[in-house]
């Protein structure tokens, strides 16, 4: 069993910034894919960036290409979000997820493992 952690959500200013951590247990991680999603009040849940564990391969969503940065860490099973310039229309709950097939996706249902999701608050 896969078990997903987030951290690192919280309230902050607009202009600031916040780094996510998705620390993974349970079974290696080898090959997989990591993602970050959010879903804010009343919208869907949306794709924000992805990395393949060897990090080959990463994308973004074209509301965040520029100011976050995905990355990961084998060793320790963690992937890690970093958001700077930050805005109010990035308040939303983030999750964290996997893909133990390890594909190149955006897609939410490719994922199969997903953390509880951490919450970002954007103040204007």
């Known amino acids: 069993q896969v078990q997903l952690i987030e951290s690192g959500g919280g309230l902050v200013q607009a202009g600031g910034s916040l780094r996510l951590v998705c620390v993974g247990s349970?079974?290696?991680?080898?090959?997989?894919?990591m993602g970050w999603f959010r879903q804010a009040p009343g919208k869907e849940r949306e794709f924000v960036a992805a990395?393949?564990?060897?990090?080959?391969?990463?994308s973004y969503a074209d509301s965040v290409k520029g100011r976050f940065t995905i990355s990961g860490d084998n060793a320790k099973k963690t992937a890690f979000l970093q958001m700077n310039s930050l805005k109010p229309e990035d308040t939303a709950v983030y999750y964290c997820?996997?893909?133990?097939?390890?594909?190149?996706?955006?897609?939410?249902?490719?994922?199969?493992?997903w953390g509880q999701g951490t919450q970002v608050t954007v103040s204007s």
């Open positions: 990395i393949t564990w060897s990090g080959y391969w990463t």
């Open positions: 997820a996997a893909d133990s097939l390890g594909r190149t996706s955006t897609h939410l249902n490719d994922y199969d493992f």
């Open positions: 349970g079974r290696t991680f080898s090959g997989y894919t």
